[in-house]
């Protein structure tokens, strides 16, 4: 059974908090944009436990306010070491802004869904407010916020270049990525009385060197020197070149030490730790965690973010997608850095015996729900690659990617006599699951695990990401041909009716991606519908910072080839490109119908709005289903009717 748990379970937040410990002072302070969850998802609790493992005494300062007398800022005094910061688990500003940078209505992080408790650019407001009121204290800022601002960036909220947020911030070091490494050294280094400021050949870690400093030096690592933010401002094919030597460094097992000039400062990225070892990260998620918001919520409501995880369980890190749009691999990196099967149990055990557990596990996952125990057959060959992705545009050969350890895994937390049964929440790889694709995989092997997640992972709904249909999109988002889509259908159809699950397949969709043309949109609407679906799961392109397709969408050109690059960008085209998502809506058909005559597209708009539907396009449609057909690929029998046509003419 758990032990009861006092008011002392979870780290201080208060002066009060600080005395019931017996405490006299505090080492570390943290400052935090979400509300404190005592979980291993969220990033403060694991940094406070951490440091809280090192002997260090840690509070923490969950959503401080910043519009009154900043009295949060200053109520627990200045701690020995250093103030910590971090904007949250997601960048402030996709917390507080929608893709058409509307502001929210809802704060997953905040009790009840409350909104207005964390400022926009929350680590710049923070650290700035506490290098104003303890200017001899170091303010360590780090998190998604800190990490994917590292350096010269494309803001889409303020619509402007951004300097490294050490800059903005007035911080004193930034810690990117997954921080336990780094944090582990620099306390290290601090407690043999190495000043603050002489730290600065830490993995992992960001500064900015004034002029008339020398640049630290360390005979291991290489330097590479990128464009100026200066540069960066005057010409946009700069700062899209830029972006390769960021990532692939970003990437690498033994990267160069980056160099920027801001302004009359010298911005200093050193290199990356190596991944996390299983004993490394298996201690993370060992850290005595009450896994519970702290009490001081309790009266004004439920956290929507923890509702959503509270029965989770994160089974990795990293993602080897490197897909063009997305930030993991830029924070947690491309490598996978795995748990041991015995922390993972564990783990189930302590949720299974939490007094309101129901018997049923969230998620057992993690950035992509099947990446588990997945690495380099040959360690050598990974340790030269620089390639952002392992699997685009093909499955590197030298990948191990059984799904044996995952199905394994799945089959030992069921057989934990308090779990009824346990969902796969996370994104599943598809591709991946499919022979044609994953061709040095067993067939046996992916039909096994694929199997084992339809008939006992699964409520209904099985939820993939093939993102888009059009194969130039894809190849820009590095994400494989929408033919491997097809395949997979092909296999859930068959294990669907063979079980007799009447599982549904809901995929997730992109708009307005750069690449993205009207006409794909088009294209993608009629291929869908073609395959019986009628699309739920769909959003637009949102630029975020540190991202392939957000240099493109600022840049107009692509930082790997410095090709240029269409990209939707006003309102109106992102609105129309997003509307053929939902032609089955009355108020779409009229303005569809238009478009596709323009484009000339007459083939689109016999899939899209037949005229032997004609009657019933006048009521309110009923839903599509999803068949169980092995339909024929829409561009093939598209490619197969004007052959047949060109044969008749003869």
């Known amino acids: 059974?758990?032990?009861?748990?006092?008011?002392?379970?979870?780290?201080?937040?208060?002066?009060?908090?600080?005395?019931?410990?017996?405490?006299?002072?505090?080492?570390?302070?943290?400052?935090?944009?979400?509300?404190?969850?005592?979980?291993?998802?969220?990033?403060?609790?694991?940094?406070?436990?951490?440091?809280?493992?090192?002997?260090l005494r840690v509070a923490i300062v969950p959503q401080p306010n910043v519009n009154d007398?900043?009295?949060?800022?200053v109520k627990l005094g200045k701690p020995r070491l250093f103030f910590?910061?971090?904007?949250?688990?997601?960048?402030?500003?996709?917390?507080?802004?929608?893709?058409?940078?509307?502001?929210?209505?809802?704060?997953?992080?905040?009790?009840?869904?409350?909104?207005?408790?964390?400022?926009?650019?929350?680590?710049?407001?923070?650290?700035?407010?506490?290098?104003?009121?303890?200017?001899?204290?170091?303010?360590?800022?780090?998190?998604?916020?800190?990490?994917?601002?590292?350096?010269?960036?494309?803001?889409?909220?303020?619509?402007?270049?951004?300097?490294?947020?050490?800059?903005?911030?007035?911080?004193?070091?930034?810690?990117?990525?997954?921080?336990?490494?780094?944090?582990?050294?620099?306390?290290?280094?601090?407690?043999?009385?190495?000043?603050?400021n002489s730290i600065n050949t830490v993995n992992q870690t960001a500064i900015l060197i004034n002029d008339e400093n020398d640049i630290p030096k360390n005979k291991n690592w290489e330097d590479v020197e990128i464009a100026s933010h200066e540069t960066c401002l005057k010409d946009k094919k700069a700062y899209a070149s830029n972006f390769k030597v960021i990532e692939q460094e970003s990437n690498k097992l033994a990267a160069r030490r980056i160099f920027q000039k801001v302004g009359n400062k010298m911005l200093m990225i050193n290199p990356p730790y190596p991944t996390m070892t299983e004993a490394e990260i298996d201690a993370s998620f060992d850290l005595p965690y009450t896994r519970l918001p702290h009490p001081k919520y309790n009266k004004r409501g439920p956290i929507p973010a923890y509702e959503m995880i509270k029965t989770s369980i994160n089974i990795h890190r990293g993602c080897f997608g490197g897909c063009s749009f997305c930030t993991i691999s830029a924070h947690q990196g491309k490598f996978i850095a795995s748990r041991s099967k015995e922390s993972?149990?564990?783990?189930?055990?302590?949720?299974?015996?939490?007094?309101?557990?129901?018997?049923?596990?969230?998620?057992i996952g993690g950035p992509s729900a099947n990446m588990y125990q997945m690495k380099g057959k040959v360690q050598s060959i990974c340790d030269k690659c620089v390639a952002p992705s392992c699997?685009?545009?093909?499955?590197?050969?030298?990948?191990?990617?059984?799904?044996?350890?995952?199905?394994?895994?799945y089959q030992a937390v069921d057989s934990h006599p308090k779990v009824k049964k346990s969902f796969i929440g996370s994104g599943i790889r598809h591709d991946m699951l499919v022979p044609e694709f994953n061709k040095n995989a067993d067939p046996k092997e992916l039909d096994d695990y694929t199997e084992e997640v339809m008939t006992k992972h699964v409520s209904g709904r099985l939820k993939v990401?093939?993102?888009?249909?059009?194969?130039?999109?894809?190849k820009l988002m590095r994400k494989p041909s929408f033919s491997y889509f097809h395949k997979f259908k092909e296999r859930f159809d068959k294990i669907n009716i063979k079980n007799k699950l009447n599982l549904q397949l809901i995929p997730y969709f992109i708009s307005n991606h750069p690449a993205c043309e009207v006409e794909d949109m088009a294209n993608l609407a009629a291929e869908t519908k073609d395959m019986g679906f009628q699309l739920e799961q769909v959003q637009g392109f949102?630029?975020?910072?540190?991202?392939?397709?957000?240099?493109?969408?600022?840049?107009?050109?692509?930082?790997?080839?410095?090709?240029?690059?269409?990209?939707?960008?006003?309102?109106?085209?992102?609105?129309?490109?997003?509307?053929?998502?939902?032609?089955?809506?009355?108020?779409?058909?009229?303005?569809?119908?238009?478009?596709?005559?323009?484009?000339?597209?007459?083939?689109?708009?016999?899939?899209?709005?037949?005229?032997?539907?004609?009657?019933?396009?006048?009521?309110?449609?009923?839903?599509?289903?999803?068949?169980?057909?092995?339909?024929?690929?829409?561009?093939q029998r598209k490619n197969k009717a004007k052959f047949r046509s060109k044969k008749k003419k003869r």
């Open 84 to 196: 910590g910061v971090t904007g949250g688990c997601m960048d402030p500003m996709i917390s507080n802004y929608n893709a058409n940078k509307k502001r929210r209505d809802k704060d997953a992080y905040t009790p009840n869904g409350e909104i207005g408790f964390r400022p926009d650019y929350a680590s710049t407001v923070y650290s700035k407010i506490l290098k104003e009121k303890w200017p001899d204290t170091p303010v360590l800022i780090g998190g998604i916020e800190g990490s994917l601002r590292r350096v010269t960036h494309y803001d889409y909220w303020s619509d402007q270049l951004m300097p490294t947020i050490l800059e903005t911030s007035k911080a004193d070091m930034l810690v990117y990525g997954m921080g336990e490494q780094p944090l582990r050294e620099i306390v290290r280094l601090l407690e043999r009385g190495v000043p603050f």
């Open 1 to 55: 059974m758990q032990e009861e748990l006092r008011l002392s379970s979870w780290l201080p937040t208060t002066n009060k908090e600080v005395k019931i410990r017996g405490w006299e002072y505090l080492d570390v302070i943290l400052f935090s944009g979400d509300a404190y969850v005592d979980h291993p998802t969220f990033g403060p609790a694991v940094i406070g436990r951490l440091l809280e493992s090192m002997g």
């Open 69 to 73: 007398n900043l009295q949060d800022f």
């Open 391 to 409: 699997i685009s545009p093909v499955i590197c050969s030298n990948l191990d990617t059984s799904h044996k350890p995952l199905t394994e895994l």
């Open 465 to 474: 990401a093939p993102e888009h249909t059009s194969d130039p999109v894809l």
């Open 344 to 363: 993972i149990l564990r783990e189930v055990d302590k949720v299974a015996n939490m007094p309101d557990f129901k018997g049923y596990l969230s998620d």
């Open 542 to 635: 949102t630029p975020t910072p540190m991202t392939v397709a957000t240099v493109i969408y600022y840049s107009g050109y692509h930082p790997y080839t410095l090709k240029k690059v269409n990209t939707p960008k006003t309102r109106k085209e992102k609105d129309e490109q997003h509307r053929f998502f939902f032609w089955y809506k009355d108020e779409n058909k009229a303005w569809i119908k238009n478009t596709l005559n323009k484009l000339g597209r007459q083939d689109l708009l016999d899939v899209l709005l037949p005229k032997k539907d004609e009657k019933w396009r006048k009521n309110k449609p009923g839903k599509t289903k999803n068949t169980f057909n092995d339909a024929v690929p829409f561009n």
